[in-house]
C-alpha cells in the first residue's frame, strides 16, 4: 500500500481503492484511487503494510502506520512502527 499526503488528508492507496483521512477532522473515507489526482499537492511517503489506529492524546492525534515487518526466530512477527506527526 501506498502512503500519500496532500494538504488536506493522509490517503491509503491499495489498488483500484483509497482510505481519506482528514487531517483536521480525522473523519475516513472510501473512494476510488484516481480520486487522488483531484487532491492538492499530493506526495507519496512510501510503502506501508497496515494501520495500526489512531491514538488520540493531548495536545493532538498521532496515526501510526506499520511500515516494514521483521520476523524474529521464524516464529514471531515484529512490526516496526512509523509515527506520523
Known amino acids: 500500500m ?3 499526503e496532500t494538504n488536506g488528508n493522509y490517503i ?6 483509497a482510505l481519506f483521512c482528514d487531517r483536521l477532522s480525522g ?7 484516481t480520486a487522488i489526482h483531484t487532491e492538492w499537492n499530493p506526495i507519496c511517503l512510501g510503502k506501508i503494510d497496515g494501520v495500526i489506529g489512531k491514538i488520540r492524546y493531548f495536545p493532538g492525534e498521532h496515526i501510526f502506520f506499520c511500515e516494514t515487518a521483521k520476523f524474529l526466530l521464524s ?3 515484529f512490526r516496526m512502527l512509523h509515527c506520523n506527526l
Do not use: C, P
Open 75 to 77: 516464529a514471531f512477527e
Open 27 to 33: 473523519k475516513l473515507t472510501v473512494k476510488e484511487s
Open 12 to 17: 491509503i492507496r491499495n489498488g483500484s481503492q
Open 2 to 4: 501506498d502512503l500519500i
